[in-house]
């Protein structure tokens, strides 16, 4: 008896939810188990599809495991963010408010904001320097020197020639 059969009711919910799919990589994964649907084999499906034989046979058992919602789910790819472009102008929007006001805003201060909005917490701030990096944001940080600060020589001869004006 074959593993991870797709019914005809599976069937018609898949190729619905794949004719609407705009993800190519989703799109590939729902083929797989129309394929499967189909009648064809593990061996058949992964070399139409450029997949594994096994990675076929893994993807019809997450499908069953799952179901069709999670499956569908764009998980992959690196696409973890935790805000839509929107959400994240609209975080970094009363930070930008209180930079045209003249305070200083530390990277810790929006991470903090950040992982209070998210409901996670980080220990590295990439995630933040990476929203930032986005959305055309630069790091100023201040000099540690003024930049045409005197030479240490000329500041002593400075110092000598207003002790001795004072006299």
Known sequence: MKKHIITEQEYKEIKKLEKSIQNKRVSKRLCVL??????KKDREIAEKL??????????????????????ARHKYGGN?????EGEEKEFLAKFEE???AGQV???????????EVTGKERESKSTVYYLLQKHDWRIITPQTVHPDKAS?????ASKKLTT????
């Open 164 to 167: 001795n004006l004072r006299r």
């Open 105 to 115: 805003t530390t990277i810790s201060e929006i991470a903090a904001a950040y992982d």
């Open 80 to 84: 973890n963010r935790n805000m839509t």
């Open 50 to 71: 450029n997949y594994d034989r096994k990675r076929v046979s893994s993807l019809c058992a997450e499908y069953k495991r799952v179901g069709l919602e999670e499956y």
């Open 98 to 100: 209180a930079a045209k």
């Open 34 to 39: 129309l394929l499967r649907y189909e009648g």
């Open 152 to 156: 240490d020589e000329v500041i002593e």
